[in-house]
């Protein structure tokens, strides 16, 4: 019997392409099920467990690592094999911690071809570490107010009436409205998301980066 994979990932194009990698290159391991978000991968597995799940740890609703550990505890036998944007050696020894069994920066030179070796390796019993480096890119970095909007968001305060009154409290000056919505927005884009991504996704996407 075939081995069975899925993908969780919520950018669909990188899931399909991953997928048609894998018809090419591992026809023997099937996919059953392609997930945009935690609880979608979670609904996924309460339906059938899977021998192999490829995640990414940025995915909304959901801290990836409280994802794979709820994974890890729920279906102890799916090996995990993270695919991920925080590319960092923290990320990858946190995740290991975790119960994840590899772990692959996208920023891997080699892209999906090294998600469908990884997959192929660790069927093999072997893990693979691939597209990581020490520190994070020197142009990543968060400025003090940029982080306090997102401790905010942590936090749950994401009206924006209470993020002006939270952080103008905080910073001792009065802020807009239009002042806190550039300010997500500079966020947004420092982080490589697109505008309209949840604050609670931009929020895990800093931690997995080590920003926060």
Request: glycine residues 10%; contains cysteine.
């Amino acid at each position: 019997m075939g081995r069975t994979i899925g993908i969780a990932d919520d950018h669909l194009i990188i899931a399909q392409g991953l997928e048609l990698a894998l018809e090419k290159y591992l026809p023997s391991a099937s996919v059953k099920l392609i997930a945009v978000n935690g609880d979608e991968l979670l609904a996924g597995l309460e339906r059938e467990a899977l021998d192999l799940v490829v995640l990414d740890l940025n995915m909304p609703g959901w801290d990836g690592f409280q994802l794979l550990r709820k994974i890890k505890k729920a279906w102890p036998r799916t090996i995990v094999i993270i695919f991920s944007v925080a590319n960092n050696v923290g990320s990858m020894k946190k995740a290991l911690e975790n119960g994840a069994h590899s772990y692959i920066g996208k920023t891997d030179e080699n892209g999906v071809r090294s998600i469908v070796e990884a997959i192929q390796n660790a069927f093999k019993g072997e893990p693979t570490f691939r597209g990581l480096q020490e520190d994070q890119p020197g142009n990543l970095s968060l400025g003090p107010k940029e982080k306090g909007l997102l401790l905010a968001w942590d936090r749950g305060i994401v009206d924006i009436a209470s993020l002006c009154q939270h952080l103008s409290r905080l910073e001792g000056t009065q802020l807009s409205r239009d002042a806190v919505q550039k300010r997500r927005q500079r966020v947004t884009r420092k982080l490589g998301e697109k505008a309209g991504t949840p604050e609670s996704s931009l929020v895990t996407r800093a931690r997995t980066l080590g920003l926060i």
